[in-house]
Nanobody
Framework: QVQLVESGGGLVQPGGSLRLSCIMS????????MGWYRRAPGKQRELVAS???????NYPVSVKGRFVISRDNAKNTVYLQMNTLKSEDTAVYYC??????????????????WGPGTQVTVSS
C-alpha cells in the first residue's frame, strides 16, 4: 500500500522560505507522477506544483517563479521549495502520488494517493 508522509511545514514570516518534503513508501517511486496541493481555510484544494515521472513540471500562475518542485527517485522523495512566501500561501499542503494506472470514474479516482498534510502559516 502506498503511503506518503509530508514534513517541513511551520510558521514563517512574509517573504520567507520553507522547504516541504514528502517521502513515499510501498511502491516504486519513479513510476509515479508526483504533486503538491494545498487547501486554504474556506477554499477548495488547488494544485501547487506537479512533477511527472517523465520530468515535466507544472505550476499555477499564483506560485510560478516562487515555488520549485523537485524529486529524488533514489530517496523516494519529492520536495517543494517555497520562496517569497505570502500570507495567501497559508494552507495545509498535501503531497499527492498518481500511479501509472491512475484514472477517474465520476467523482472517484483510483491509484491516487494522498499524505495527511502539513500546515504552512505565513504571518508576521
Amino acid at each position: 500500500q502506498v503511503q506518503l508522509v509530508e514534513s517541513g511545514g511551520g510558521l514563517v514570516q512574509p517573504g520567507g522560505s520553507l522547504r516541504l518534503s514528502c517521502i513515499m513508501s510501498g511502491s516504486i517511486f519513479s513510476i509515479f507522477d508526483m504533486g503538491w496541493y494545498r487547501r486554504a481555510p474556506g477554499k477548495q484544494r488547488e494544485l501547487v506544483a506537479s512533477f511527472t515521472k517523465s520530468g515535466t513540471t507544472n505550476y499555477p500562475v499564483s506560485v510560478k517563479g516562487r515555488f520549485v518542485i523537485s524529486r529524488d527517485n533514489a530517496k523516494n522523495t519529492v520536495y517543494l521549495q517555497m520562496n517569497t512566501l505570502k500570507s495567501e500561501d497559508t494552507a495545509v499542503y498535501y503531497c499527492n502520488a498518481k500511479g501509472p494506472d491512475y484514472y477517474c470514474s465520476g467523482d472517484k479516482c483510483y491509484y491516487d494517493y494522498w499524505g495527511p498534510g502539513t500546515q504552512v502559516t505565513v504571518s508576521s
